[in-house]
Every structure is written in C-alpha cells, then in structure tokens.
C-alpha cells in the first residue's frame, strides 16, 4: 500500500551548539572506531576456530591466523588510540560551544537574536549574535588550561600567545574570514551591506588585550566579558533591520 503521508514540518529546525561537532564524534565512533573494532573481533574468533581445530585434530593453521591476528589487532589498536585522542579533542570543543551558546542565550532578554552552528562550505560559525549594536560571529576556543598557575592569554600585534607560546591556529585570520563570509551572504540575501565583527572568546582564560591588539578589528574576549562589549558598541541597526537579518540567516540555515 502506498504511503501518501509526509512529515509536517516544512523546514529543517535550526541547529544547536556544537552540532557540527557532535556529527564528526558520532562518524567517529560508529564508522571508523566501529570498523577496527570489528575486524579484531572478526579476525580473533577466526583464529579461536582455528586453535579449535588444532586441539581436535583437524586441519588447521594456527600461526597463521594468530599472526593475521596480531597485525589486526595491532593495527586496529594504534588507530582506536588515535581516535581516542581526536574524541577527546573534539568533546571538549563540543562542550565549549555549548557552554558558551547556553551563555549566550541569555542576551535574548535584552532583544537579541542567536544563532548557533551556521553550516558553510567545509566550515561552520559556532555563534552569531545580532543586536542593534550590530552583526557579531563568536568562534569558540576551548582550550586545556594547566592544572596550577597563570592561564593567560595575551594578543601581541596579530599573534596569540597561550601562556608564553604561539597558538597553534590562526584565531585572528580564521574568525576575519568568517565575518567576512557571512557578510557576503547577508548581502546577497537581504541586499544589506552590514558590518560583520569578528569575535573569538577563550572560555576559563584572561585575556590580556595590548594596545596592539586593538587595530586588528577582532575582539579577543573572555565569553563573560562580550555582553559589555557588546553594549558598549554604537546602535547601527534598527529592529526592523534585525527583523530582516534575522529572518535571511534562519532561512540560510533551514534551506541549507
């Protein structure tokens, strides 16, 4: 019998904090964690069949498959260790985003809007704040503190230093580029030309902002300390503008 029914919901739903993130560690564990581990399961009761047979006397090729055996498992063991690592990276990047997209739930109350996980191509924005002060992207960075002493961050001219040593990705030109990417896009869309400032916060870090770092047009915050930062920027938007803008991005995400 044919099915003439179909789901009620016209549009995907808009995306939670992380959910890019959440996606790499499920294909993670249920693709190439699960296909290691199967093959040393599959290739262990191989070589128990084999050791079943030399004990009853029938044809067989223990060492064979034992070594077959090993190398799979050796193999397979090396790679789960590494995935291990990655899982443990990508978690605690999950978790910072959505400490920081619970965090910033809380500026709706004062008539924001905030989204989360805008999907691009082969990149996503974690956050995206508009307010009448204007169009904000949050890149979250959630990186390992030390377990005693300073956890410091200072930003030298267009260098990131974490505790003395150089970051190892490029915060500043990466969180440029994705302001300047969903300028384009709201641009396009809504026939808006809007200034896109670029934000990248460091949950549980102090941040030492030199004079220098001030010309880069990137803010490099403490997630605590955004709400004011925020606040203290000039109103460039009307609310009918945010209406607008708004209304492009959740349709960018659910057509996406």
Known sequence: MKNNKKSPLTDKPLRNPGQSLDDEIDSLLNEDAATYIIASIFMTVLTGLEWWRWYNDLPYAPITYSVMTLIVATFSV?????????????????????????????????????????????????????????????????????????????????????????CKSDVITQAKAEANWLKGVLRESSGKDIMVKPVVVFPGWYIDNTATSKSLNVWILNPKALPTYIENTPEVLTKEDMMLLSYHISRYIRTT
């Open 78 to 166: 090396y790679k789960i260790i590494k995935i291990k690592k990655k899982l443990k990276y990508l978690r605690q990047g999950r978790d910072g985003e959505r400490a920081i997209g619970q965090y910033l739930e809380g500026l709706r109350e004062t008539g924001c809007r905030v989204f989360h996980d805008i999907v691009g191509d082969g990149f996503n924005l974690d956050h995206v704040v508009i307010s009448q002060h204007g169009v904000f992207v949050v890149e979250t960075k959630t990186y390992s503190k030390p377990q005693k002493g300073e956890a410091k961050i200072v930003i030298a001219g267009e260098q990131v230093l974490i505790n003395g040593s150089p």
